[in-house]
C-alpha cells in the first residue's frame, strides 16, 4: 500500500516558490577531497559552507581534528591547505604529535605537517611497520576488530607486555569500542599490508 502526501502551499506564494517546495533543490556537489598517503580521512572531515579560514576559499569541507600550535587555529582550516602545506607554512601547525617508530625525515613531516590527525582521547601516536609510516583507517571496536585478527595480536602484545593477566587482556579487547571507551585505532602498514593497532581511554 502506498501512501501519497499532497502539498497545499500558502496563497500568497508564487510558483517558483511552489516548485521550490515540490521539488527541493539537490544538495551541492562538492569538490573531491584530496588523497592523504596515511590518512584515510576517516573522523576528521565534514562537509561546510564556511569559507576556510586558512585560505579563504569555500572549498566545501572542513577539517574537524586536532591542530597543534600556538598560533594556529582551532578549527575552521579545509584539507586542501593540510595536504599542500599551507596551513603547516601558515601557522607553524602539526596535525599530527607522536610517530611511534623511526622512520625518514620527510615521512615524519608528511605525517606531522600534511597529513590530518587522530581523533583519539590521549594524544594520539602514530605506528609505523616496515619503515615506514602506516596508514590510519579510522576507529574500531572489538566487532571491527574480528575482521584483523594481526592487529588484535598487536593489542594483545601491548596489553600482555603491561603485566595484565591474559584474561583480563581479552576482558579488555572485547570491550573496544569505535565510538565510545575504550577505542582502538586501526592502521595498515603501506608496505607489507599488515593491520596494527593501539587503543586508549580517558
Not at 579488555?172 to 592502521?187: E, H, I, K, V
Request: hydrophobic share 40%; with cysteine; aromatic share 10%.
Amino acid at each position: 500500500m502506498r501512501a501519497h502526501a499532497i502539498v497545499v502551499p500558502p496563497t500568497d506564494w508564487t510558483g517558483r516558490a511552489i516548485e521550490r517546495v515540490v521539488r527541493p533543490l539537490p544538495e551541492p556537489r562538492r569538490p573531491v577531497l584530496p588523497r592523504f598517503a596515511y590518512h584515510s580521512r576517516a573522523g576528521v572531515v565534514a562537509p561546510t559552507d564556511a569559507p576556510c579560514v586558512c585560505c579563504g576559499q569555500e572549498r566545501g569541507w572542513v577539517y574537524t581534528g586536532p591542530v597543534y600550535g600556538a598560533g594556529a587555529p582551532d578549527a575552521g582550516i579545509c584539507p586542501y591547505c593540510i595536504a599542500f602545506g599551507k596551513a603547516a607554512e601558515r601557522y607553524g601547525a602539526t596535525f599530527n604529535d607522536l610517530i611511534d617508530g623511526d622512520v625518514p625525515e620527510e615521512v615524519a613531516r608528511e605525517i606531522l605537517e600534511r597529513t590530518p590527525g587522530i581523533p583519539a582521547w590521549q594524544s594520539p601516536r602514530w605506528l609505523t611497520h616496515c619503515g615506514d609510516g602506516a596508514e590510519f583507517l579510522g576507529t574500531i571496536g572489538a566487532e571491527g576488530l574480528a575482521h584483523f585478527p594481526d592487529a588484535v595480536e598487536t593489542l594483545r602484545r601491548e596489553w600482555a607486555g603491561r603485566g595484565r593477566p591474559p584474561a583480563q587482556v581479552e576482558e579488555y579487547l572485547g570491550a573496544l569500542d569505535a565510538a565510545g571507551m575504550p577505542t582502538a585505532y586501526l592502521f595498515r602498514c603501506r608496505v607489507c599490508g599488515t593491520h596494527l593497532a593501539y587503543s586508549d581511554f580517558t
